[in-house]
Every structure is written in structure tokens, then in C-alpha cells.
């Protein structure tokens, strides 16, 4: 009972850490508005701005994991997340566009709490029940809805400046926190007379490559519509920032506080058929999103007839609404497959896996801008995960069914 106590409370204060390290990562997602209106950036720059913190954030994932397999996630986590002060605060003094996106790299550490907190929190639980913990934890994705509540606020009281210096004080607090009531079990650890190169020997493996790229779209697609919904409401539908952030809210809610869902369901089903399911769910959403606001003219026996075509706004948030579930349901499932396959090198593998998918959180909104300011249509960021469901929907069935087969064969006798 001791030890499922200890299990509980390492699961409740890492998964309130990680909470707190995705709302200070999102931050820009919302007070990249203002900046962008005071130093007049385009599309392409404000998706730089924000995403420039998605960018170290997905970077370190890999030596995070991989330290924390070998030195414990307690230690690796509290240390990152004091590292991260300092500079959340620095962010109230910038004034030039480059001041924000050096510091937006050394905030973006926070990011990588999730490969820490991952292996961490799943080493503390049986085999059977990793999915659901890990789900758990993975809902501190729900960050990216908390700074949307909370940004706002701020903003409205006293400006965007206010918003990292509240932030870094949440940091230090959450990291004290978490010290207090995490703990520590040696036997955890990989032995450390394995080194780097031994670790990374798993991306020879097929279906790491896989994994990061069904990874790169439940989660890099969480991550950089996280970042750009917001913006998105205030342009294409003319809401102010608080109402924008509110209905943006209804998307990385669910993204987040449902990945324990997600994770029961992957126990439950099994990874395969939850990741599948989850796929078709956001290939049919993303069909609908991506149709613009379209106006035209017929002619018919009666004269000419006008038509609109379009999502309002009730649709379109009841729609991303879906999506935001299906992304929660598909982090899980996807990390399911790696507590499955790789379970006693799952720091190193999450980390790989976790890369893939933060690189996908920052060049999404990059591209996003970039394709906004080319083609001039919104939805078009929509059109571009459509493309990319594609892709995990033809790699799944070729590879799945690739592999049944060759189970099959291997069943049959001599």
C-alpha cells in the first residue's frame, strides 16, 4: 500500500508539473497577438514566434529521455523546470523581434518535461496499467487550455508584460511542488555502463520511424493548432482575444484532460485499433475544416442565384471539438505502442518518438503562416493535416497488413 501510495503521488505531482510546463510552452499561442499587432509581423514571422519555443522543446526530448533513464526523472524534471525561470521572466523586458525568439528557445526547455515525466511516472506502475498512467500524466497536456484562460486575463488586466512574470512565479512554485512529493526508486534507472549510442540503437527499428510519424500528427497537430487557433478566431471570425482564447479553449481542453481516456482505451483495444480509429476520425474533421468561406453565383431559370458556403463558428468549434478528442485518444494510443514494444528502454524510445512530434508542433505553425501569406486563405492550414492524415492512413494499412501476414506465415507449420 506504501508503494502504490508513493505511485499515486509521483503520478499527481509530475502530471501538475507537466501541466504547468505546457501552459508556460503555449504562452505565445496567445500573447504573440499583441506582439505581433506592436512590432507588425506577417504570418509567417508571428507562426516563427510561437513555434520557436516548440523547436529546443522537441530537440532536448531525446538526451532527456535518455538521462532520465539513467538518472532518474525526478532530478532530470525539478532541475529543467528551475532552469526555465529566469527566462520566462526575461520574456516581459524584450523589445525587439529577435529578443523573442532567443528567448523563446531557452523557455521552450520546458517542453521537454514530457519525455521526462513519461518514463518517469510509467516505471511506477505495472505493465497493465502504463496506458492509463501514462495518460494521465499526458493530460498535463491540458496546459495548452489553461493558458488560454488564464493569458487572456492577464492581458486584460494589465498587458502582456504581465503575463511571463506570473508565469515564472507558477514555475518555481509547480517545481517546489513536485519536489515535495515525488520520489526517487534507484532500480529505475538503466545501468549506467550503457552508453548513448547503445540507447539510440532502437532507430533501426521500422517502427520507431513509424511511431514518430503517427506521433508528428496527434501531437505536432495538437501542438500547432494549440498555438494558432487563437489567432485564427480573432481573424476569420472577428472575435476579441478573451472570447478567441475561450472557444479556442474547447479544442486543447479535450486534447488534453482526455488523454487518460485515451490511454484506458489503448489498454482496453489495444494501441492498432485506437490509432486507427483515430486517424479516420481526423481525416473526415480535417475534410470539413479545410473548406473556406466561399461565396459564387449561379444561373438558373429563375435568374441568377447567390450562394455561401461556410463553417460557423458554432460548426467549426463543434468540429475542432471532435478533433481535440480524437488527438487526446491518438497521444495515448501512440505511446501505448512504445510501453508495449520497448519497455525496458522506454525513456530513450519516448524521447525519439517525442522529438518527431514536437518537430511537427514547430513547423506546423511556420508552415501555416507561410501558406496563409502565399494563398491568402485561412482554412488552408487545415488542408495541410488533411495531407498529412493521408499519409498515417496509407503507412497503417500497408504496414499492418505487411505485418499480419508475416505473422500468419510464421504461424503456419513446416
Not at 66 to 74: K, L, M, P, S, V
Request: one cysteine or more; a positive charge; aromatic letters at 16%.
Amino acid at each position: 500500500m506504501a508503494s502504490q501510495g508513493k505511485a499515486y503521488s509521483v503520478l499527481g505531482s509530475s502530471t501538475l508539473a507537466f501541466t504547468v510546463c505546457f501552459t508556460i510552452w503555449m504562452m505565445f499561442g496567445v500573447i504573440g497577438i499583441p506582439i505581433k499587432a506592436a512590432l507588425h509581423l506577417n504570418e509567417t514571422e508571428f507562426g516563427l514566434l510561437t513555434a520557436m519555443p516548440v523547436l529546443t522543446g522537441s530537440l532536448i526530448r531525446v538526451p532527456l529521455g535518455i538521462w532520465t533513464d539513467r538518472f532518474g526523472g525526478r532530478i532530470v524534471l525539478f532541475l529543467l523546470m528551475l532552469f526555465t525561470v529566469i527566462p520566462i521572466y526575461l520574456i516581459s523586458y524584450a523589445t525587439a523581434y529577435w529578443h523573442f525568439l532567443v528567448l523563446g528557445l531557452f523557455v521552450g526547455l520546458a517542453g521537454g518535461s514530457f519525455s521526462v515525466g513519461t518514463p518517469y511516472v510509467a516505471r511506477w506502475f505495472k505493465k497493465e496499467r502504463q496506458g492509463l498512467a501514462m495518460g494521465i500524466f499526458g493530460a498535463g497536456n491540458s496546459g495548452a487550455a489553461v493558458n488560454k484562460f488564464i493569458a487572456p486575463a492577464l492581458i486584460a488586466a494589465a498587458g502582456w508584460t504581465l503575463v511571463p512574470k506570473v508565469y515564472a512565479v507558477m514555475m518555481l512554485a509547480a517545481a517546489l511542488i513536485f519536489w515535495v512529493f515525488s520520489a526517487t526508486d534507484p532500480s529505475h534507472n538503466v545501468k549506467s555502463n550503457i552508453s548513448f549510442l547503445a540507447q539510440l540503437k532502437m532507430l533501426k527499428d521500422p517502427k520507431v520511424w513509424r511511431y514518430c510519424q503517427y506521433y508528428s500528427v496527434v501531437f505536432g497537430g495538437y501542438v500547432g493548432l494549440s498555438l494558432w487557433m487563437v489567432k485564427y478566431y480573432v481573424t476569420e471570425y472577428g472575435f476579441d482575444i478573451k472570447s478567441a482564447a475561450l472557444l479556442a479553449a474547447c479544442f486543447s481542453l479535450p486534447g488534453g484532460v482526455l488523454r487518460a481516456f485515451g490511454g484506458w482505451l489503448s489498454d482496453k483495444f489495444g494501441a492498432y485499433k485506437v490509432t486507427w480509429w483515430v486517424m479516420w476520425v481526423c481525416w473526415v474533421a480535417f475534410f470539413l475544416l479545410s473548406y473556406p468561406q466561399t461565396d459564387f453565383t449561379i444561373k438558373t431559370i429563375n435568374g441568377m442565384q447567390a450562394f455561401h458556403i461556410g463553417l460557423t463558428p458554432i460548426l467549426f468549434t463543434t468540429i475542432l471539438f471532435v478533433v481535440g478528442i480524437a488527438m487526446a485518444v491518438g497521444k495515448a494510443s501512440v505511446f501505448k505502442f512504445i510501453s508495449d514494444d520497448y519497455s525496458s528502454n522506454i525513456g530513450a524510445v519516448s524521447g525519439v518518438v517525442g522529438l518527431a512530434g514536437g518537430l511537427g508542433g514547430f513547423i506546423l505553425p511556420v508552415l501555416f503562416g507561410v501558406i496563409v501569406d502565399i494563398t491568402g486563405v485561412r482554412s488552408s492550414c487545415f488542408m495541410l493535416l488533411y495531407g498529412t492524415v493521408c499519409v498515417s492512413l496509407v503507412w497503417m494499412h500497408f504496414q499492418f497488413r505487411r505485418e499480419g501476414m508475416l505473422a500468419a506465415q510464421a504461424a503456419l507449420p513446416a
